[in-house]
């Protein structure tokens, strides 16, 4: 069974201050997602990443994959009360289905 | 121009009875999903049709039956609910194996 381990489960910042969430697995993934899901609301995708080692930029949220493809961090710069949400990474392990992390719950205090 | 919608938002039901979810999207996608989400955000994969045909089905009890009658539609039907079966159920569709869209979830409470 492969897993996807989010650390931290919970994370309560400052306006203005940066963050890093990580997504990790024991096992090689062939591609990875990030999603945000705001409360009453279903994910929504933020970006994927395929090749490792891949970094992607999504205004203040920076994505990278890890050279091994079994893990990858989600970087927020300057974060706003906006970001406030779910953060899901979803592994696709080559069995045509998507497997989701444990989930990191960040809340962004003005 | 709502992309994957779903009916109810919100479903309160005694144990033992059987209730009905819908799933219904129109951005022309082939591949429908029905995830989980349970009390600690986990969101786990139940079953997955493409074009009609059930190609996931996860470990989950056959008092879960999802039925698609068309590729814009994918329903599920809970036999027998039980207390652990409340939680929040996403619909999603897919063209293949692309990305997902999901719908805005049945918060589903069985007293």
């Known amino acids: 069974t492969q897993l996807l381990e989010q650390s931290p489960q919970f994370l309560s910042i400052q306006e203005g201050e940066n963050l890093t969430v990580y997504c990790n697995s024991s096992?090689?993934?062939?591609?990875l997602q990030w999603y945000r899901q705001e409360p009453g609301e279903g994910p929504v995708l933020l970006v994927t990443v395929v090749t490792g080692g891949e970094v992607k930029k999504l205004k203040r949220l920076t994505f990278q994959f890890g050279d091994a493809r079994k893990d990858s961090s989600l970087h927020i710069t300057a974060a706003q009360p906006g970001d406030t949400g779910l953060y899901l990474c979803?592994?696709?392990?080559?069995?045509?289905?998507?497997?989701f992390g444990t989930g990191t719950r960040l809340t962004i205090i003005p | 121009d709502t992309a994957v919608s779903q009916t109810p938002k919100y479903l309160v039901t005694q144990m033992g009875n059987d209730k009905s979810i819908k799933c219904e999207q129109n951005?022309?996608?082939?591949?429908m999903y029905w995830y989980k989400q349970d009390s600690k955000k986990f969101l786990k994969i139940m079953f997955s049709?493409?074009?009609?045909?059930?190609?996931i089905n996860e470990t989950v009890p056959n008092r879960f039956s999802p039925k698609s009658p068309d590729k814009a539609h994918l329903n599920l039907h809970i036999n027998s609910l039980e207390l652990g079966d409340s939680a929040v159920y996403f619909c999603?569709?897919?063209?293949?194996?692309?990305?997902?869209?999901f719908g805005p979830g049945t918060r589903l409470t069985v007293l």
């Open positions: 951005l022309g996608h082939d591949t």
């Open positions: 979803a592994a696709n392990f080559g069995n045509e289905k998507l497997t």
């Open positions: 049709y493409n074009n009609k045909e059930l190609i």
């Open positions: 999603a569709s897919s063209h293949r194996t692309d990305t997902q869209y």
């Open positions: 096992s090689v993934f062939s591609s």
